[in-house]
Antibody, heavy 119, light 107 residues
Framework: EVQLVESGGGLGRPGGSLRISCTVS????????MSWVRQRPGKGLEWVSG?????????SYAESVRGRFTISKDEAKNSLYLHMSSLRVEDTALYFC???????????WGQGTAVTVSS | VLTQSPGTLSLSPGERATLSCRAS???????LAWYRQTPGQAPRLLVY???SRAPGIPDRFRGSGSGTDFTLTISRLESEDFAVYYC??????????FGQGTKVEIK
């Protein structure tokens, strides 16, 4: 069964850092690109960052997090990460780990990990 | 930019729902997808490539459209269909752009 399980969310301080993780099972990170999508409380969906499964794992970021967030993966550990620094209150959200399908959409979602940024 | 309408749709179980997603410029049909999100759950892929149902999605869901105008039609609403629906466009940066969502609520 294909599964994505996020962890590492919690409380972060403005200007501080947090790292969230996603452990995948049922498929290999070698075979799929992966992304993080967030949802602020009561709001819609926002793509945050992605990493491809080819070309050395090229990464991309939303304008709102570029220069502050870093996506990475460890294929041997079947894990995806998002290192968040210079946190802002507006980064408060539920962060979903997602799999990029072969047909330009997200075909698998984790249940999300909540990040709250507050002093 | 993707604009979904209406913001809220009030319907009864068994009725037909028609949801709209409009792009600010012409897009490739294979780049347009639809998701359903029920309260407390992660979104679920319903339709990709504007009209192809994802695995396990019942045939009461039908996606259509081209150019700038796309539609998700739910032929007969069931209890689990009362939820928020998002359209999504694939791109380069950002990789995915989502519409603001349409809430389908029980009338």
């Amino acid at each position: 069964e294909v599964q994505l399980v996020e962890s590492g969310g919690g409380l972060g301080r403005p200007g501080g850092s947090l790292r969230i993780s996603c452990t995948v099972s049922g498929f290999s990170l070698d075979d799929y690109g992966m992304s993080w999508v967030r949802q602020r409380p009561g709001k819609g969906l926002e793509w945050v960052s992605g990493i491809v499964n080819w070309n050395g794992g090229v990464t991309s970021y939303a304008e709102s997090v570029r220069g502050r967030f870093t996506i990475s993966k460890d294929e041997a550990k079947n894990s995806l990460y998002l290192h968040m620094s210079s946190l802002r209150v507006e980064d408060t959200a539920l962060y979903f780990c997602v799999r990029d399908s072969y047909y330009y959409a997200v075909d698998v979602w984790g249940q999300g990990t909540a990040v709250t940024v507050s002093s | 930019v993707l604009t979904q309408s209406p913001g809220t749709l009030s319907l009864s179980p068994g009725e037909r729902a028609t949801l709209s997603c409009r792009a600010s410029q012409t897009v490739r049909s294979d780049y347009l997808a639809w998701y359903r999100q029920t309260p407390g759950q992660a979104p679920r892929l319903l339709v990709y490539g504007s009209s192809s149902r994802a695995p396990g999605i019942p045939d009461r869901f039908r996606g259509s459209g081209s150019g700038t105008d796309f539609t998700l039609t739910i032929s007969r609403l069931e209890s689990e269909d009362f939820a928020v629906y998002y359209c999504q466009l694939y791109g380069t940066s950002p990789l995915y752009t989502f519409g603001q969502g349409t809430k389908v609520e029980i009338k």
